[in-house]
């Protein structure tokens, strides 16, 4: 029926193999990376990335004096993110409930939400420490990369912007 048989059946195993190999390598990611949600290493290891991202950026004083940040607030930074994921969870589990117990349902969201909240005050007590610490031309890079990393969380001209709002105070 087919000319090429044993083109066929290279092609055919290569596309097995291909399959698998990206199977296992889901199946094998999947694995290590439910195991390191467990345990908590995920957020030292997302700390450390940020912190390996940032520092790349700044010139070797403000290095010294940010790394001395970091060191400082990272058990807070990894308490709260914990506490995060963690209330997240029971938040799920309350969901998930046949018939939800709304004051289970209401304490897991409230635990969730002053989880929430902790991650916020810890990254911004990050941000409040290197603030006074650093050069200006380091706080200006911090600045430039928070607005091009969330551009829809800025105004693109903030002169008006500020303009804007001191006229709402007045």
Do not use: C
Not at 80 to 109: C, K, N, S, W, Y
Not at 145 to 151: A, I, M, Q
Request: proline share 2%.
């Amino acid at each position: 029926m087919f000319k090429n048989s044993k083109l066929l059946t290279v092609l055919f195993a290569l596309s097995l193999a291909a399959n698998l190999f990206i199977f296992g390598a889901i199946g094998y990611y999947g694995y290590e990376l439910r195991g390191l949600a467990k345990d908590g290493h995920w957020i030292s290891k997302q700390v450390d990335r940020v912190e390996k991202r940032f520092l790349r950026h700044l010139d070797e004083e403000d290095q010294r004096f940010a790394r001395n940040v970091f060191a400082e607030r990272r058990p807070a930074l990894r308490a709260a993110f914990i506490e995060l994921r963690d209330a997240r969870h029971d938040v799920g589990i309350a969901m998930r409930a046949e018939q939800p117990d709304a004051a289970q349902l209401t304490a897991a969201i409230d635990k969730s939400q002053h989880a929430a909240d902790m991650v916020n005050k810890s990254v911004h007590g990050v941000l409040r420490d290197l603030a006074q610490g650093l050069s200006p031309e380091a706080r200006a890079k911090i600045g430039q990369h928070l607005r091009d990393r969330h551009p829809l969380d800025h105004h693109d001209d903030d002169d008006h912007y500020e303009d804007h709002h001191d006229d709402d105070n007045d």
